[in-house]
């Protein structure tokens, strides 16, 4: 449940007695629960409502795609990811059997000396 473990759980639950006691507790957790009921209603609610404005050409948009981290995964890695579930080590991550890349060495300025100007480049 959110990443927690029984541990941490537990002292979540330590600290809930310490701080409410054990008479409010019941209805801290009652009014706790309602409000994360409602938070997800309304969450639910924007959602469609959303969906709703795209149009049938967005039926299977999902707001979560528009987070970076998914939308990498979702639209950069899944070919890599196919490939591994085939068995296929994937073409990207096979090691260069190129040389290295080794840049040209470059003329250095004497003291006083201008570099060259591109104009096109600028």
């Known amino acids: 449940m ?12 330590v600290i809930a007695l310490l701080v409410f ?3 409010k507790l019941p209805q801290a ?7 994360l009921r409602n938070l997800r209603r309304m969450a639910n609610n924007a959602r469609d409502d959303l969906r709703a404005g795209l149009g049938p050409e967005f039926s299977n948009f999902d707001p979560a795609d528009l987070n ?3 939308f990498v995964r979702k639209h950069l890695l899944d ?12 073409r990207e ?7 290295p890349y080794v840049p040209e060495p470059v003329d250095e300025l004497s003291y006083g000396e201008l570099p060259p100007y591109d104009s096109e480049a600028t």
Do not use: C, Y
């Open 93 to 99: 991550l096979e090691p260069a059997t190129t040389a």
């Open 79 to 90: 070919d890599i990811e196919d490939d591994w579930n085939n068995g296929d080590k994937p």
């Open 21 to 23: 006691g054990p008479d």
């Open 29 to 35: 957790a009652s009014q706790a629960g309602k409000t």
């Open 68 to 70: 970076p981290r998914n």
């Open 2 to 13: 959110f990443g927690l473990g029984w541990l941490e759980i537990g002292a979540l639950i």
